[in-house]
């Protein structure tokens, strides 16, 4: 390493979020840039580790070559740590801004002081790189003559598609909606990643031979049987899109949809896109989310962008530790609090919260009932006398999801 002792002089610095009440009026992205001398003293963090978890089983999925990249920061060899980078990640933009960083809670340096800025140091090589104009397509020099068809736009549809391609095999992208991207377009907000971000790498992918087919619904539109006739090999990376549920008297209610729903249907304003369906907004309105997760977050923020009157946020399981709880010991993903940016531009946060039925007035929402409950044993058990109603104009369900939809389509491909 360049400097053994950096972790020693440099405390833990990562970017600053833009002041809220800036960022809550537009939907830019709620990070301020970092200073590329801020970021090779984040680099020089690295310790150089015997066994560096970050990049481990516990850290980092794909396996980047975190403390290489660190050190090649730290250095100033910005071209070197995008090489070093793109040979495990096909797309360090998204998982830079949008990864939960597994990496840093797994970091031996973390064990004692702060971490290393290790997301921000990834996400700022790769646009350094674009801004530089080192990110190029990478054509495959010979072609194989075989042809592939991905379903599903989405980052694991469009990495699946970019190796096969740079294998030399011709591939050709299947998505149902009319913009390629999947989640990273229509389910993350702007202010999380804009959508430029999407499509840079996405023209690098055109120039790759990367074909790509909007608005087929495959197994709809085009069957599977027909899919397994025209390509030698066909890659489902549709996702896990099928949200899970809220079966309780009132769910029929209007002002009662999915987190999804809601958040499609803003990306596509943002974008420009006419909206079709009923409008779902939050403009004006008392707002409660029901889940705690990001897709929670997600809600969050957008509802106060679209300027709610107040928003309630609900999660059946209990308030996680401030701190690491001992039953997440270093360097498994911990188990304790965490405040997103949209928490802080403002919230009612409840923990340990069932909801049970909804009551409206011509056939709108207009109450929420819920309870309080424990959790032991891996069971929740209501407590008594603990029973509430919330006058409320909008519900958002973001409890998760339960795996891919099925339309016939995995049936039919066997």
């Known amino acids: 390493m360049a400097d053994p002792k950096g972790f020693m002089k440099y405390p833990r610095e990562g970017p600053k979020r833009r002041p809220v009440e800036l960022r809550v009026l537009d939907w830019k992205e709620f990070y301020e840039p970092m200073a590329e001398d801020a970021l090779k003293a984040q680099g020089a963090r690295c310790m150089d580790c015997g066994v560096p978890f970050c990049q481990s089983h516990n850290g980092c999925p794909v396996v980047n070559l975190i403390p290489e990249w660190n050190d090649l920061v730290h250095r100033g060899r910005w071209k070197d740590a995008l090489k070093a980078l793109h040979t495990t990640n096909n797309f360090p933009e998204f998982t830079g801004r949008l990864c939960p960083a597994p990496c840093e809670s797994a970091c031996v340096l973390g064990i004692n002081e702060a971490p290393v800025s290790i997301r921000v140091i990834e996400w700022n090589i790769i646009d350094k790189g674009f801004d530089e104009g080192w990110v190029q397509p990478i054509l495959s020099p010979y072609k194989t003559g075989k042809t592939v068809a991905v379903v599903g736009s989405g980052p694991s549809g469009l990495a699946c598609a970019q190796q096969l391609a740079r294998a030399g095999h011709r591939v050709t992208v299947f998505e149902k909606a009319d913009r390629i991207g999947g989640l990273l377009v229509y389910g993350i907000p702007d202010f999380k990643m804009e959508k430029w971000v999407v499509d840079?790498?996405?023209?690098?992918?055109?120039?790759?031979?990367?074909?790509?087919?909007?608005?087929?619904?495959?197994?709809?539109?085009?069957?599977?049987?027909?899919?397994?006739?025209?390509?030698?090999?066909?890659?489902?990376?549709?996702?896990?899109?099928?949200?899970?549920?809220?079966?309780?008297?009132?769910?029929?209610?209007?002002?009662i949809h999915l987190a999804m729903d809601y958040l499609i249907q803003q990306n596509k304003r943002n974008m420009g896109q006419i909206v079709t369906d009923e409008p779902i907004t939050a403009k004006g309105k008392r707002v409660?989310?029901?889940?705690?997760?990001?897709?929670?977050?997600?809600?969050?923020?957008?509802?106060?962008?679209?300027?709610?009157?107040?928003?309630?946020?609900?999660?059946?399981?209990?308030?996680?530790?401030?701190?690491?709880?001992?039953?997440?010991?270093?360097?498994?993903?911990?188990?304790?609090?965490?405040?997103?940016?949209?928490?802080?531009?403002?919230?009612?946060?409840?923990?340990?919260?069932?909801?049970?039925?909804?009551?409206?007035?011509?056939?709108?929402?207009?109450?929420?009932?819920?309870?309080?409950?424990?959790?032991?044993?891996?069971?929740?058990?209501?407590?008594?006398?603990?029973?509430?109603?919330?006058?409320?104009?909008?519900?958002?369900?973001?409890?998760?999801?339960?795996?891919?939809?099925?339309?016939?389509?995995?049936?039919?491909?066997?």
Not at 296 to 308: K, P, V
Not at 311 to 338: G, I, K, N, Y
Not at 360 to 387: A, I, S, W
């Open 288 to 414: 409660v989310i029901i889940g705690g997760g990001d897709t929670g977050s997600d809600c969050l923020g957008t509802t106060h962008r679209q300027g709610c009157v107040e928003v309630h946020q609900f999660e059946l399981l209990p308030e996680p530790p401030p701190q690491r709880a001992d039953s997440t010991p270093w360097p498994l993903w911990p188990m304790q609090l965490r405040t997103s940016h949209a928490h802080e531009e403002g919230c009612d946060r409840q923990w340990s919260v069932s909801t049970t039925r909804f009551t409206g007035h011509n056939g709108h929402v207009t109450k929420l009932h819920g309870g309080r409950v424990t959790f032991e044993n891996g069971r929740f058990t209501p407590l008594p006398g603990d029973d509430f109603e919330m006058n409320v104009d909008l519900v958002l369900l973001a409890m998760g999801f339960t795996g891919p939809v099925r339309n016939g389509l995995l049936d039919s491909l066997g």
């Open 200 to 255: 840079r790498r996405l023209e690098q992918m055109k120039a790759e031979g990367v074909e790509f087919r909007t608005n087929v619904a495959v197994g709809t539109d085009l069957s599977g049987e027909e899919l397994r006739r025209q390509y030698d090999a066909v890659c489902l990376a549709m996702g896990a899109e099928q949200a899970r549920e809220l079966p309780v008297p009132g769910r029929e209610l209007k002002g």
